[in-house]
């Protein structure tokens, strides 16, 4: 399973935290949607039960004249059976309409029936007003108020959109601004505390007939008034998004801080000098911290690799060094107390001692610095060496020691100097090891993007108890004739610096070794 990275948990996490709040706002906006649903659903209602009071009365009033009167009004089919009326508005769709035209006055008047029956009926819609607080307006077939608590009796409400809709048949529900948005309302306050108005239009029916309409608006509850009403529950929801932010900062502190500082103390450690154990840490949720984690891991084996190395290398080198300069101090000593009654062949032949011993001394420093110079990490531009030229620059000075055998426009991705280098202390080996007489052959050839040389001796070869060590630094069984034990491991150095690999291989006779370097292209 692959991890997120850092950028990714810190992404989602400010994304959460962001969208609490524009989802706080686009819940205010539903809420806000609700309850304006909710105040039309409540003006459905109370607008049904008017208008069937109101059909009611007219048929008390029309009396036996009825069906006379419904036969001179244009037919309005309605729907069969049940015929609810579902709240319908909602503010992220329906636009916000400008406030109501005023009432204008009718050609003609309302007739004597609705007259009537609006005036039975009057008492009744300001009664209601006090508890419901909505203006209520009843109209007969042509739009004129019969009805109403705002005092618009014989005028017309034809030109509202709204009656029109519900004289023609059909119910319309509109949301229009306020004419008094100036006006400010308390917290407890119900009609006076928003911007607009739900106005709801129902039509009057007697049979297939409209017989008037009946005309219901209110302002609906603000979100304030919301708000304030549902304060506790707000309060409880604050203290739920502030345990969220919490918790989104203790998932980020468990899955980002909490391992990298673990890390952390693991570096503290290795830069101070301590040993410290290879253990797993804690794994975490991002893929940085367990890379870093592994980083740290692998620069602390190696600096404990590299400090087992220097003191090895010291150990060595001391041991190396404390021969040749007990002997040195030895003859120069004596040449001190005694030079004088020394015979001048006594002084020569210790002389000749002290000489030997500086000259192996400065054989172990350059070996020393060699073996440093390969070992040593460094970034270098990319190579390259013709193996057939360098081997013969190589073989050179050993004249018929050396045989050559191989193609032509052999390349291998390494210096010239470190392939002369590696050559060179390979033939040095054979003089020094294989035996009078001895001879080795120089082969080399390329494959699959590998140059390999191997390079063969005729002489005594290598014990088993011996091959296993020849690469050690110090190692050799040359020692008297100026062996320092620092050649092979400077080759092997050497090649390994370039991605390559010198090894011992098997031979019937004398001793083998093979190079293998990376091929230039």
């Not at 609906?220 to 604050?238: F, H, N």
């Not at 270098?380 to 190589?394: G, N």
Request: with cysteine; aromatic share 4%; proline share 5%.
């Amino acid at each position: 399973m692959t991890k997120p990275r850092i950028r990714t948990v810190l992404l989602l996490v400010n994304l959460v935290l962001l969208a609490l709040p524009l989802g706080g706002l686009w819940m205010l906006r539903l809420y806000e949607s609700a309850l304006v649903r909710q105040t039309e659903t409540e003006l459905v209602a109370q607008a049904a039960v008017i208008g069937a009071a109101y059909r009611v009365a007219w048929l008390e009033e029309a009396g036996a004249e009825a069906p006379s009167l419904l036969a001179s009004l244009p037919v309005r089919p309605q729907p069969e059976g049940w015929a609810p009326r579902y709240a319908t508005l909602d503010l992220a769709r329906d636009p916000m309409l400008p406030p109501p035209p005023d009432a204008a006055t009718p050609p003609d008047p309302a007739s004597a029936v609705a007259r009537a029956a609006g005036a039975a009926l009057t008492p009744v819609l300001a009664e209601a007003q006090r508890v419901t607080l909505a203006a209520m307006r009843v109209t007969d077939e042509a739009g004129v108020v019969v009805a109403s608590t705002g005092g618009e009796g014989g005028l017309s409400l034809l030109a509202l959109e709204e009656v029109a809709a519900a004289l023609s048949g059909e119910a319309a529900a509109r949301v229009r601004a306020r004419r008094e948005v100036a006006d400010v309302a308390s917290s407890g306050s119900i009609s006076r505390a928003a911007a607009f108005r739900v106005f709801v239009a129902l039509p009057v029916r007697a049979g297939d007939h409209v017989i008037g309409a009946v005309l219901l608006s209110r302002t609906p509850s603000s979100i304030r008034q919301a708000l304030y009403g549902k304060r506790w529950e707000l309060a409880a929801l604050a203290l739920g998004l502030l345990a969220v932010a919490a918790a989104l900062a203790g998932f980020t502190a468990f899955t980002v801080s909490r391992p990298i500082r673990a890390v952390a103390d693991q570096a503290r450690a290795v830069a101070s000098g301590a040993r410290v154990e290879p253990r797993r840490l804690r794994r975490s949720a991002v893929r940085e911290a367990d890379e870093l984690a592994a980083a740290i891991a692998s620069i602390a084996q190696t600096l404990e690799r590299r400090a087992d190395y220097i003191g090895e290398f010291a150990t060595a080198v001391s041991h190396e060094f404390k021969t040749p300069l007990a002997a040195l101090r030895g003859a120069l000593e004596l040449l001190q107390d005694h030079g004088a009654t020394m015979s001048a062949a006594e002084r020569a032949a210790f002389l000749d001692q002290a000489m030997a011993d500086v000259t192996r001394l400065d054989r172990l420093t350059r070996r020393l610095l060699e073996l440093a110079r390969a070992e040593a990490p460094r970034a270098h531009a990319p190579e390259r060496a013709d193996v057939a030229t360098v081997a013969v620059e190589a073989a050179a000075t050993y004249g018929d020691l050396v045989s050559l055998s191989g193609a032509q426009g052999v390349t291998a991705a390494i210096a010239p100097d470190a392939l002369r280098s590696i050559l060179g202390m390979l033939f040095e080996n054979v003089r020094q090891h294989a035996g009078p007489g001895a001879r080795c052959t120089v082969a080399w050839s390329v494959a699959d993007g590998v140059a390999r040389v191997a390079v063969r001796d005729d002489g005594h070869g290598i014990s088993a108890a011996n091959a296993a060590r020849i690469f050690d630094r110090f190692f050799t069984t040359a020692r008297g004739a100026g062996g320092t034990g620092l050649g092979l491991a400077i080759a092997r150095s050497l090649a390994e610096a370039v991605g390559g690999r010198l090894s011992l291989a098997p031979a019937e006779r004398g001793t083998a070794f093979l190079l293998t370097l990376p091929a230039a292209g």
